[in-house]
């Protein structure tokens, strides 16, 4: 068995690992692009030296200008590229810095988080034996379980409503022309258009019947966000209540000679969610500059696109093609050494742009599967996983971790796997401020619990399975703010 903070450690390594490859892939594709730049320099000269075996001195000073100048030009971009990469390569380490030392500070903010923990789980059944006889912690008990008992009814008419808007609402969505109208706003204050227009649209209403339409599809989003905004002020209430029994635990734990040790686990899980946020900020910073890093080492930024293009062009000038193909097609000597140097060059960069292609493919699944890891971690510590009363299957870390890191299992299978074989081992009751091993249950309510449902509208999108929040929106199956319209205001 694994403790849950030794798991979220393997899975440290194993992000760190994941950046580790895309550092040396992100290297090797810079020098491949470099190579071939090279090579194409390389081609160049002897293309030059074919030029003044084969052609006259007239036309072969115009070939040497014309070659000399893109190269001239291009060596000047690839400079400049070379000096962006080694910035960004810069930045990129002294981010890579800041996650090591602040995963570490983390890891000393755990310690004394289980440190403290085990003192208090020594206090918890003598701490609770003393509260179930307590009149007012038991009537505060009851009001939270009362306050969830009116949310889940909430809820449940707030899900309901919301699946109504899904499949009534279908129709009038499918409908382009009556959405034409309604995102325009036609009929209110807010719908300007010309006098032609006005006049099409409102062909386009009668033929629709949009004034007998658009009260109904108003209404069928208009509930659902009533419910759910309902809903989201029990989910508050919940809490509210909650923290007065936290106030009470507090109390009772302080009494029996905990206070130093509350106190100590309080401030280390504080520490842990400012360090939480944080990781998130360097993260996805970090994401953004192998963005920027990967499309500079593999020669995909404009700069070194017009630098090759520039060379190409040198070479691939009227007539150089038709002087290469005829010094193929003799017998001289001189001849013949040329063109197998061009061969072999040619030949090389052919190599090179299939390792830069493979690289790509690579550091593409990297990002992937760094992304589906953040959004894991994030997964594991909300649920807190990683505090040490839960223990994983040794297989999780090792053979399934590598399985995921493989593709041979997606994200939300990997994860749901963690959720199955989670096995609580702390004491059966503890303080309530632990979400997830409270004393009426397991049931987690919070006000930032996540929504299943969907905010309909023009722009409207589906939730996504992992919640962890992203600024940076490649290719991640994390939590997006997206603008779905209210259909109050001025519609």
């Known amino acids: 068995m694994v403790s849950g903070p030794e798991?979220?450690?393997?899975?440290?390594?194993?992000?760190?690992d994941i950046r580790d490859e895309e550092r040396a892939l992100n290297r090797s594709s810079a020098d491949?692009?470099?190579?071939?730049?090279?090579?194409?320099?390389?081609?160049?000269?002897?293309?030059?030296?074919?030029?003044?075996?084969?052609?006259?001195?007239?036309?072969?000073q115009e070939v040497t200008e014309y070659i000399s100048r893109a190269e001239k030009e291009a060596n000047l971009i690839l400079s400049r590229q070379a000096g962006k990469l080694d910035e960004i390569s810069g930045l990129l380490a002294e981010v890579d810095k800041d996650i090591e030392s602040t995963r570490d500070k983390?890891?000393?903010?755990?310690?004394e988080f289980e440190a403290a923990q085990k003192k208090l789980d020594q206090l918890s059944t003598e701490v609770f034996d003393s509260l179930d006889k307590d009149p007012k912690y038991q009537a505060q008990k009851q009001a939270v379980d009362d306050a969830i008992a009116t949310f889940d009814h909430a809820n449940e008419k707030a899900e309901v409503a919301e699946q109504d808007r899904e499949?009534?609402?279908?129709?009038?969505?499918?409908d382009p022309l009556f959405m034409y109208l309604f995102e325009r706003g036609y009929n209110t204050n807010a719908y300007k258009a010309s006098n032609i227009t006005r006049m099409l649209d409102g062909w386009v209403a009668r033929m629709v019947r949009y004034h007998d339409a658009k009260p109904n599809f108003v209404i069928l989003n208009e509930i659902p966000m009533r419910l759910r905004?309902?809903?989201d002020q029990l989910q508050e209430d919940i809490d509210a209540e909650r923290q007065k029994l936290s106030v009470l635990e507090d109390a009772a734990f302080d009494a029996h000679g905990g206070k130093e040790a509350r106190e100590t686990a309080d401030r280390s899980e504080e520490i842990m969610s400012a360090i939480d946020a944080r990781l998130i900020e360097l993260e996805d910073k970090r994401d953004e500059l192998v963005h920027r890093q990967r499309k500079f080492s593999q020669g995909q930024n404009p700069a070194y696109r017009e630098a090759v293009d520039l060379l190409a062009s040198g070479l691939q000038r009227e007539g150089l093609e038709d002087l290469y193909a005829a010094a193929r097609q003799t017998a001289t000597r001189e001849d013949d050494q040329i063109v197998r140097k061009i061969d072999a060059v040619r030949s090389e960069i052919v190599s090179l742009e299939t390792e830069l292609h493979a690289s790509k493919d690579r550091l593409k699944m990297l990002a992937a599967r760094r992304r589906e890891l953040e959004d894991i971690e994030w997964e594991f510590k909300q649920k807190r996983y990683d505090r040490p009363s839960f223990d994983f299957d040794d297989d999780l870390v090792e053979d399934l971790l590598g399985e995921f890191l493989k593709g041979a299992i997606t994200a939300s299978s990997y994860w749901g796997k963690w959720q199955d074989a989670q096995k609580y081992r702390g004491p059966k009751r503890s303080r309530s401020k632990n979400k997830y091993s409270n004393p009426w249950g397991s049931k987690s309510y919070s006000s930032k619990k996540r929504r299943k449902s969907k905010d309909y509208g023009t722009f409207g999108s589906s939730s996504s399975e992992?919640?962890?929040?992203?600024?940076?929106?490649?290719?991640s199956k994390g939590k997006r703010d997206h603008g779905g319209f209210k259909t109050g205001g001025k519609f």
């Open 7 to 16: 798991a979220l450690r393997r899975l440290d390594r194993s992000m760190r």
């Open 32 to 60: 491949a692009s470099s190579k071939i730049a090279r090579l194409r320099e390389v081609e160049s000269e002897q293309f030059l030296a074919l030029a003044k075996v084969r052609l006259d001195p007239q036309k072969r």
């Open 106 to 111: 983390r890891d000393t903010a755990m310690a």
């Open 167 to 174: 499949e009534k609402g279908a129709p009038y969505r499918n």
């Open 229 to 231: 905004e309902h809903a």
């Open 466 to 475: 992992f919640s962890r929040p992203r600024s940076t929106p490649r290719g």
